[in-house]
Structures are given as structure tokens and as C-alpha cells.
T-cell receptor, first 116, second 114 residues
Framework: GAVVSQHPSWVICKSGTSVKIECRSL??????MFWYRQFPKQSLMLMAT?????????EQGVEKDKFLINHASLTLSTLTVTSAHPEDSSFYIC????????????FGPGTRLTVT | AQSVTQLGSHVSVSEGALVLLRCNYSSSVPPYLFWYVQYPNQGLQLLLKYTSAATLVKGINGFEAEFKKSETSFHLTKPSAHMSDAAEYFCAVSRNQAGTALIFGKGTTLSVSS
């Protein structure tokens, strides 16, 4: 089956530093990937839609200069949290849309970010 | 705009009892609906999905859901709960069409007691 990986699975960083999270589709090509954020005991909230070769589309209220998204290839999208603060601590989950099977999207295992 | 409402943030059942998790949706277009399960500190696992074919959808682990347009509902059921079913369950609707971003409900925590 289709597999989406995320790296790292968890990361701890100091306030003010930047952290990059990778989302990879391992056995299919994804022109579109989505980034979600999940606070403890809460639901997933869409942050942005990442399209290969173009700028990401951010949801209202999401700071595009703080959450930098790059989708440089059909199998990789990255989310960089710049100048991280403790309130950015969260579970970040990506999903990838299969280019061929456009109705299908697959979720990664998530990345736990803790900012101290 | 699409939205989903999950009724009951926490459902408790005994092992072997019926599981019923409720989900109502709102959609301006024919909806694509999903149920996902999430175990602690893990990502999402797709249980089942409705994509305008059969209204009764069977998924993994014995779960099924019925799409009822008249009631705008997509409730998740399982005839007999197992301890391993204890997890967080999310109902979701495609934002615009199949394969687009998902709008999630707030989730329902299922507890199963022996």
C-alpha cells in the first residue's frame, strides 16, 4: 500500500531556532500534499496545501513567513517552522495525494515538535 | 463550506457491546466522507470512506458506516467492541471534491472496558 513517511518523528528545539520537517511519499508521486496541525486532545486543522513546483496555499490565520513550505519534487514536501516558540509545540501531520489515483490521499505518521 | 460535527467527545462501551460513533456533516456539494482512527502519538489510519457509491460502507477491523443523505449523517458502528478498539476516532469530509484537503470533526474518544 501507499506509504507516507515523516522525518523526524519527534524533535525538541529551543525557542528562536528553526526546525524542518520532511514529508515523503515513498511509493507514489504526489503533486499535492497537505499539512495539518494537531494540538493535544484536539482535532486536526489544515495549515496549508502544498503543490509541487508552486507556492503553497495557506489557510486563514496561518503565518506563511513562519511556516515555510517547499514542495520541490513529486515525492517530498518540507515544512520549516521558523523562529519557533513554545506555542508552536504541536503534532504536525502531512498527507499526500496520489497523482494517479487522485481520489486517494495518505497520511504520514506525524511529527511531534516540542519547543522549550 | 463543508463541516462535520461529531456528537459526543467521549464514548464508553463494554467489551463485546455495540459501538456507535455519531457524525453529521454539512456540505454544499456531494460529500466524500471518511472515518479515521488515531492511536496515541500516532498518525491517522483510514477505517473507511464514502465516495458516492454504496451507502453502507464496510471498513477495516469490523467497522462500517452508513451514509444517510436525508439525515446528513455518517455514523460509525461496530457490532462487538474489542479492547483494541480504544482510540480516538475522527470523522472528516473532503473540502471540495475527492482527494482534496479534509475537514475534520473534533474527534470522539472511545473507551472499552472489560
Amino acid at each position: 500500500g501507499a506509504v507516507v513517511s515523516q522525518h523526524p518523528s519527534w524533535v525538541i528545539c529551543k525557542s528562536g531556532t528553526s526546525v524542518k520537517i520532511e514529508c515523503r511519499s515513498l511509493d507514489f508521486q504526489a503533486t499535492t500534499m497537505f499539512w495539518y496541525r494537531q494540538f493535544p486532545k484536539q482535532s486536526l486543522m489544515l495549515m496549508a496545501t502544498s503543490n509541487e513546483g508552486s507556492k503553497a496555499t495557506y489557510e486563514q490565520g496561518v503565518e506563511k513567513d513562519k511556516f515555510l513550505i517547499n514542495h520541490a519534487s513529486l515525492t517530498l514536501s518540507t515544512l520549516t517552522v521558523t523562529s519557533a516558540h513554545p506555542e508552536d509545540s504541536s503534532f504536525y501531520i502531512c498527507s499526500a495525494r496520489d497523482q494517479v489515483l487522485a481520489n486517494e490521499q495518505y497520511f504520514g505518521p506525524g511529527t511531534r515538535l516540542t519547543v522549550t | 463550506a463543508q463541516s462535520v460535527t461529531q456528537l459526543g467527545s467521549h464514548v464508553s462501551v463494554s467489551e463485546g457491546a455495540l459501538v456507535l460513533l455519531r457524525c453529521n456533516y454539512s456540505s454544499s456539494v456531494p460529500p466524500y466522507l471518511f472515518w479515521y482512527v488515531q492511536y496515541p502519538n500516532q498518525g491517522l489510519q483510514l477505517l473507511l470512506k464514502y465516495t458516492s457509491a454504496a451507502t453502507l460502507v464496510k471498513g477495516i477491523n469490523g467497522f462500517e458506516a452508513e451514509f444517510k443523505k436525508s439525515e446528513t449523517s455518517f455514523h460509525l458502528t461496530k457490532p462487538s467492541a474489542h479492547m483494541s478498539d480504544a482510540a480516538e476516532y475522527f470523522c472528516a469530509v473532503s473540502r471540495n471534491q475527492a482527494g482534496t484537503a479534509l475537514i475534520f470533526g473534533k474527534g470522539t474518544t472511545l473507551s472499552v472496558s472489560s
